[in-house]
């Protein structure tokens, strides 16, 4: 468990000092690198040659002591640690860690450090229960220091009581089962980080038709189902990608496990899909968006009146076409639902949207389109036909469509 862990320990200026040398014996003796500072009083109970024989290594006591002249030496400590353990962790040094003071090169190091802190208290059983101490100790817990509780005993002091620094044995316990901790704790992060072809990617991809209020009762809307758009979320995650779905009017259920954002007007679409498009990587415009809203949803339900009635429209904002223009290193995708000339109108599209990919379908042929399971579709770049699909689920085409975005996507650092 310690074999290669850099352990920096901080050797302090009590009677337990002794105990430091069985301490450097017995890591080093398992494997860790121990790199030993001690305080100036420290080296009034146990020698610096004492520490660097065992561990093999130079002993730090002086900040200005700079052997190494590439490096600065207390931070180059602080950054190479996997571990600070402060043993014995005298009352002085408990209130100067608790309080920031860096005045030595034990507390510089102590600041200086992002890694993981340990002490083991030793002290008269009074200094051990003085208000004063308790709060500092608590501080120290409250910032995540690891505390190794001192044993109860007769003290060197003589009174007999909680003080004495926990035995070496105990500490080595204390510091393999936290670094076992640590090896599990990373297992399960790296079993939680995903992984597959857009792993690290954000895609946004919008689903559904959006609807547009003529009053708060009626309104205008399309076939759309949301199931193309719904299955491109889905294989997106499985393919690694930390997924958003803005989803206009569909009955189906928001994809378990995917950020879903219900949407109603084109309107409102083109303002989620704007608030989310310069940070992510990919976006798919599965939505069949309207190209026309009423001038004026009425505010209250409109009463029947003449024997016609003219509803004024005004178009909607192209929320591909915005995107295109302002795409930087986003990877534009756009879909066409044709009924003729499938090609001559979706490269058009392409073209006009400055998409990188736009999926087209004949939604005249049987299995493809609205509300169907299926789809059969041509895929396009701006040099014409890229893929085209025979008839299968939208799952298959989802996935499809999305291992040649990522084959096609800006590399990273190039
Ligand atoms: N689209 C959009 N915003 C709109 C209209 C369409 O983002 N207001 C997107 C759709 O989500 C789709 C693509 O543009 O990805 C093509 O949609 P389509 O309605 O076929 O395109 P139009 O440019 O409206 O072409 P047409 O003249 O054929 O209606």
Same mark, same amino acid.
């Given at each position: 468990?310690?074999?290669?862990?850099? +352990?920096?320990?901080?050797?302090? &200026?009590?009677?337990?000092?002794?105990?430091?040398?069985?301490?450097?014996?017995?890591?080093?003796?398992?494997?860790?690198?121990?790199?030993?500072?001690?305080?100036?009083?420290?080296?009034?109970?146990?020698?610096?040659?004492?520490?660097?024989?065992?561990?093999?290594?130079?002993?730090?006591?002086?900040?200005?002591?700079?052997?190494?002249?590439?490096?600065?030496?207390? +931070?180059?400590?602080?950054?190479?640690?996997?571990?600070?353990?402060?043993?014995?962790?005298?009352?002085?040094?408990?209130?100067?860690? =608790?309080?920031?003071? =860096?005045?030595?090169?034990?507390?510089?190091?102590?600041?200086?450090?992002?890694?993981?802190?340990?002490?083991?208290?030793?002290?008269?059983?009074?200094?051990?229960?003085?208000?004063?101490?308790?709060?500092?100790?608590?501080?120290?817990?409250?910032?995540?220091?690891?505390?190794?509780?001192?044993?109860?005993?007769? #003290?060197?002091? &003589?009174?007999?009581?909680?003080?004495?620094?926990?035995?070496?044995?105990?500490? +080595?316990?204390?510091?393999?089962?936290?670094?076992?901790?640590?090896?599990?704790?990373?297992?399960?992060?790296?079993?939680?980080?995903?992984?597959? /072809? #857009?792993?690290?990617?954000?895609?946004?991809?919008?689903? &559904?038709?959006?609807?547009?209020?003529?009053?708060?009762?009626?309104?205008?809307?399309?076939?759309?189902?949301?199931?193309? &758009?719904?299955?491109?979320?889905?294989?997106?995650?499985?393919?690694?990608?930390?997924?958003?779905?803005?989803?206009?009017?569909?009955?189906?259920?928001?994809?378990?496990?995917?950020?879903?954002?219900?949407?109603?007007?084109?309107?409102?679409?083109?303002?989620?899909?704007?608030?989310?498009?310069?940070?992510?990587?990919?976006?798919?415009?599965?939505?069949?968006?309207?190209?026309?809203? /009423?001038?004026?949803?009425?505010?209250?339900?409109?009463?029947?009146?003449?024997?016609?009635?003219?509803?004024?429209?005004?178009?909607?904002?192209?929320?591909?076409?915005?995107?295109?223009?302002?795409?930087?290193?986003?990877?534009?995708?756009?879909?066409?639902?044709?009924?003729?000339?499938?090609?001559?109108?979706?490269?058009?599209?392409?073209?006009?949207?400055?998409?990188?990919?736009?999926?087209?379908?004949?939604?005249?042929?049987?299995?493809?389109?609205?509300?169907?399971?299926?789809?059969?579709?041509?895929?396009?770049?701006?040099?014409?036909?890229? #893929?085209?699909?025979?008839?299968?689920?939208?799952?298959?085409?989802?996935?499809? #469509?999305?291992?040649?975005?990522?084959?096609?996507?800006?590399?990273?650092?190039?």
């Amino acid at each position: 468990m310690l074999n290669g862990k850099v +352990i920096v320990l901080g050797v302090t &200026g009590g009677i337990a000092a002794y105990k430091a040398a069985a301490l450097c014996s017995k890591l080093t003796q398992k494997g860790a690198d121990v790199h030993v500072i001690m305080t100036a009083s420290a080296k009034q109970f146990i020698t610096e040659l004492t520490l660097q024989s065992l561990t093999k290594n130079p002993v730090y006591s002086d900040t200005f002591d700079e052997r190494e002249p590439s490096v600065v030496s207390h +931070i180059h400590l602080a950054d190479m640690a996997d571990l600070v353990l402060v043993a014995p962790a005298t009352a002085n040094i408990i209130a100067k860690m =608790a309080h920031g003071l =860096a005045d030595d090169m034990l507390t510089t190091t102590l600041l200086a450090t992002t890694a993981p802190v340990m002490i083991s208290p030793a002290m008269n059983v009074h200094m051990y229960t003085h208000p004063a101490v308790v709060t500092n100790m608590e501080t120290l817990v409250s910032r995540g220091v690891g505390m190794i509780e001192p044993g109860e005993g007769l #003290l060197a002091c &003589g009174y007999v009581g909680k003080g004495r620094m926990e035995e070496p044995e105990t500490i +080595i316990e204390v510091v393999e089962r936290f670094f076992q901790q640590q090896e599990a704790e990373r297992a399960l992060d790296m079993e939680a980080a995903p992984v597959g /072809p #857009l792993a690290g990617k954000k895609v946004v991809v919008t689903a &559904g038709g959006t609807i547009e209020r003529i009053d708060p009762v009626r309104y205008i809307t399309n076939d759309s189902s949301g199931k193309m &758009g719904f299955a491109i979320a889905k294989a997106a995650k499985e393919m690694g990608a930390d997924v958003h779905l803005i989803a206009a009017h569909t009955d189906m259920a928001p994809p378990e496990g995917i950020r879903t954002e219900k949407v109603e007007s084109a309107q409102d679409m083109h303002d989620a899909v704007m608030r989310v498009f310069d940070d992510s990587d990919i976006v798919v415009k599965a939505a069949a968006v309207a190209d026309y809203r /009423p001038v004026k949803a009425a505010a209250s339900k409109l009463k029947k009146l003449g024997e016609t009635m003219t509803l004024e429209l005004v178009k909607t904002t192209d929320i591909l076409e915005t995107l295109g223009k302002r795409k930087t290193s986003q990877f534009l995708i756009g879909f066409a639902a044709e009924t003729d000339q499938v090609e001559a109108y979706a490269t058009d599209k392409l073209r006009r949207k400055n998409c990188d990919l736009i999926v087209a379908n004949d939604v005249t042929k049987a299995g493809a389109g609205f509300g169907t399971d299926t789809n059969t579709v041509q895929i396009f770049d701006a040099g014409g036909l890229v #893929l085209e699909l025979p008839l299968m689920t939208k799952e298959d085409v989802a996935r499809r #469509l999305l291992t040649l975005a990522a084959e096609r996507m800006p590399k990273e650092g190039i």
